[in-house]
């Protein structure tokens, strides 16, 4: 009784998860994905997207002043991205558990980052720290043609052939 009031307590939300450069080149989008799915999480948007430098740059905008901010920018635009929209109870939040903390030495087993990565700067994943910012960062790669100055440019991974 009390773990479910708890849980009707939580709202319905959407938060905002991306698959970063490495987690696609190195073949996680699937394993990303599967996890969302598994835990019940709702998928409602999903694209491959190649991440101009000026909305990595309003994407990360509060790091602006730390070091690494363009070694992140660089390694955040060095390739196509999976932007995805996922949506439930409690999905901001929970997302932020099933990714694992910043550091992936410091991730817990168990998490996409404690499972799958070493370095900080190679994270795998974003995933949004609140349902404010999980709206911002939704609109910001589903809906910004018409309403900011950013042009998106369609992705699509060609195999060379030769
Ligand atoms: P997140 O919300 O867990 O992704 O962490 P933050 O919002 O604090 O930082 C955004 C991203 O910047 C992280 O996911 C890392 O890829 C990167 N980052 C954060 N701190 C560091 C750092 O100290 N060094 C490096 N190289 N990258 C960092
Ligand atoms: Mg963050």
Redo the contacts with the bound molecule.
């Keep these: 009784f009390l773990p479910h009031l708890i849980a009707s307590m939580e709202q319905v939300e959407e938060t905002y998860v991306m698959v970063?450069p490495d987690g696609v080149q190195r073949g996680l989008v699937g394993e990303v994905i599967s996890r969302f799915e598994k835990k019940g999480f709702k998928l409602t948007a999903l694209k491959l997207f190649q991440c101009p430098k000026e909305l990595a740059e309003e994407h990360?905008k509060?790091?602006k002043s730390?070091?690494?901010f363009p070694?992140?920018i660089n390694?955040?635009t060095s390739g196509p991205v999976v932007c995805m929209a996922w949506e439930g109870v409690g999905a901001v939040a929970s997302a932020?558990k099933l990714?694992g903390?910043?550091?992936p030495l410091q991730a817990e087993p168990g998490t996409i980052?404690g499972d799958l990565a070493v370095?900080?700067?190679?994270?795998v994943?974003?995933?949004s720290?609140s349902p404010e910012n999980g709206k911002r960062e939704i609109g910001w790669t589903y809906k910004m043609t018409q309403d900011t100055s950013i042009v998106e440019v369609p992705c699509r991974l060609r195999t060379q052939r030769h």
């Design positions: 970063k990360y509060d790091l730390k070091s690494f070694k992140l390694y955040i932020r990714i903390a910043t550091n980052r370095q900080m700067g190679r994270n994943v974003h995933g720290d």
